[in-house]
């Protein structure tokens, strides 16, 4: 599952084999631009017709398309930029609904995995409340007494989706609510679904340490430069990041264990300002998450096994915009 949503996401603005400042070109992943296609053709057809805009599919590989863009008078005012960024916004929501219907499916996998004989299991860190405390909860008026089964008379139809087990749709037993998000699930129920991913199986609210499957033997080495100066942060110098990988053999982690990657080295920039240097921070904590890149296809030569970034954006030019 985790694979799939990390081929969901992806790049609105990023250009596939970019030349120039070229604008009438927009990657987009297969499954979220299938699921338009497939699931709400009538929505892509209204936005055709309302900004005039033609779509042809420029090229492909294992994992994006290369959208090709035009309007009847591509020279003409904004036409094509206002088609462009109508198109990215029907992407973007597409994207949630894919997602949220990914999430329909992960609960029926929980509700199978309920089936299955298993040994003692034991949620991953994730922070519960009992049935205790949110019925005193419910009895003091606090907030804790959401999943409570007695709490406001009249038996509302609201009282009664809550006393229902989103995993296995019958009533809760022994519930459980999650820290973060509060959501509530029988205590069996939501003990194996953290055992199959450590996220809240309604709304995806992660729980634990989040560690991806970026190679181990990177370095992420930080610079400064006065002298060099970002568009729109003048009266700041430039934080240079250089990301720097030897070549190396992907492991149980990675898709292809065994097969050979070869080394990269990556440059960002970041304003030398407060809100740059807070961005900083995070960068370096995704960074020792292992988080920053991941080994898969890249989006710009459709080279297989080879380390990419892994959605996580950085400027990587010192001038111009998304496709730069």
Not at 34 to 46: G, H, N, Q, Y
Not at 137 to 151: I, T
Not at 259 to 271: H, I, N, Q, S
Not at 292 to 300: L, P, V
Request: hydrophobic residues 35%.
């Amino acid at each position: 599952m985790t694979l799939l949503f990390s081929s969901v996401s992806f790049v609105l603005s990023r250009m596939a084999a970019c030349g120039g400042a070229t604008k009438n070109k927009l990657t987009v992943s297969k499954p979220v631009w299938d699921f338009l296609t497939k699931e709400a053709p009538s929505k892509l057809v209204r936005l055709k017709e309302e900004t005039q805009l033609s779509i042809l599919i420029d090229g492909e590989t294992s994992e994006i398309y290369v959208l090709q863009l035009a309007t009847p008078a591509p020279g003409a005012g904004n036409g094509l930029y206002l088609a462009r960024k109508a198109l990215k916004a029907l992407l973007k929501e597409t994207e949630k609904e894919l997602k949220k219907t990914q999430r329909q499916s992960e609960l029926v996998g929980c509700m199978a995995l309920l089936d299955k004989p298993g040994g003692e299991l034991r949620p991953h860190g994730a922070g519960l409340v009992s049935r205790g405390q949110q019925t005193a909860g419910a009895r003091a008026g606090g907030p804790g007494g959401g999943g409570g089964l007695g709490g406001a008379a009249g038996g509302s139809r609201e009282e009664e989706q809550e006393s229902q087990c989103p995993i296995c749709l019958g009533e809760i037993q022994n519930v459980k609510t999650l820290e973060k998000c509060k959501h509530s699930f029988c205590e069996d129920c939501i003990t194996r679904a953290l055992q199959v991913k450590t996220a809240c199986p309604m709304c995806g609210r992660f729980y634990g340490q989040l560690v991806g499957n970026q190679p181990e033997n990177g370095r992420m080495l930080v610079s400064k430069d006065s002298s060099l100066l970002l568009p729109g942060y003048e009266k700041y110098g430039t934080i240079i990041i250089q990301y720097v990988f030897p070549p190396g053999i992907q492991g149980v982690e990675h898709p292809n264990p065994g097969v050979r990657y070869p080394g990269t080295t990556r440059v960002a920039y970041l304003p030398d300002c407060p809100e740059g240097n807070k961005v900083l921070a995070l960068f370096r904590k995704a960074f020792d998450q292992r988080l920053t890149f991941t080994i898969g296809t890249s989006m710009t030569t459709g080279r297989a096994n080879v380390i990419t970034w892994n959605d996580i954006h950085h400027k990587t030019n010192c001038t111009g915009g998304p496709q730069l």
